[in-house]
């Protein structure tokens, strides 16, 4: 069985809501960034001059996306389409000109992969709850942002330990429950801190295992999917390492093996 490509209709739906209506990718905390001049040291990380320009190039086309949120919302959008179809057309272009497209691509792949984990799960039971930025319902959609695919471009296509990725990785880590960097999982014990990390930790875990889906077992379905690097835990409290732990083998347990070859294509 194959898992298409398209995503499904009402996914498409809360895409628009998410992305068009409400604009729930921009990060509040770049909104008075009308230049990238404060993280001009970045430049120590591009000696090479082509390399240099190409960045330059990249963080002011990101600026210049960013200052027209109905603009750049659509498309985002559009992107996201074509690249479901897999026909790249003018919102692909934009994004390659722009030295946007390998992040951008990062986050449609992960969406996809993310989509099949969470329907793997709450068809054992474990219901995802998604807490996306700006009470949106759409995982990691703080990285539409386009300084945040600045950022992530400069550390996973470029290769470099910038100052600005730092910063995007921060805020990414503070607007999302999903991961262990989150503020909730050192908060002072509490009912509500109990509550809400038990609400957080399926998507904290689906966000891992889709990971190690795509990136480790090229898409194919097994029980493997759930045996997630230890490395990916750093910093989780012990009490919820061991709750989500659990988890992980109980939902191995009830998971294909991989000779039923189910694969996301």
């Known amino acids: ?62 600026l210049r996306l960013r200052s027209n949120p109905e603009r750049w919302s659509r498309l985002a959008l559009d992107a996201l389409r074509e690249l479901a179809a897999d026909s790249p057309g003018p919102a692909v272009a934009t994004l390659a000109q722009s030295g946007l497209l390998g992040a951008f691509k990062d986050f449609a792949v992960h969406t996809r992969y993310f989509k099949v984990t969470k329907n793997i799960m709450e068809s054992a039971g474990v219901t995802v709850f998604v807490a996306g930025h700006a009470s949106s319902s759409t995982h990691d959609i703080d990285k539409l942002d386009p300084i945040m695919l600045v950022g992530y471009s400069e550390r996973w296509e470029d290769r470099k330990d910038t100052a600005l990725w730092h910063t995007c990785l921060a805020s990414h880590y503070s607007l999302n429950t999903h991961h262990q960097q989150h503020e909730l999982w050192h908060a002072e014990d509490s009912d509500d801190k109990e509550r809400e990390c038990w609400k957080a930790l399926p998507e904290l875990l689906c966000d891992k295992s889709s990971r190690c889906l795509q990136k480790e077992l090229n898409g194919v379905v097994s029980p493997d999917m759930w045996t997630v690097q230890t490395q990916f835990y750093l910093g989780m409290p012990e009490v919820w390492l061991d709750r989500v732990t659990r988890m992980a083998e109980q939902l191995a347990e009830r998971t294909p093996s991989r000779e039923s070859n189910v694969t996301v294509t």
């Open 1 to 62: 069985m194959s898992t298409k490509r398209r995503l499904v209709p009402e996914l498409w739906e809360q895409l628009v809501i998410d992305i068009v209506d409400r604009q729930a990718w921009k990060v509040e905390s770049f909104d008075n960034l009308t230049s990238l001049e404060s993280y001009c040291e970045d430049v120590r990380h591009y000696p090479v001059e082509n390399e240099r320009i190409r960045m330059k190039q990249r963080r002011e086309a990101a």
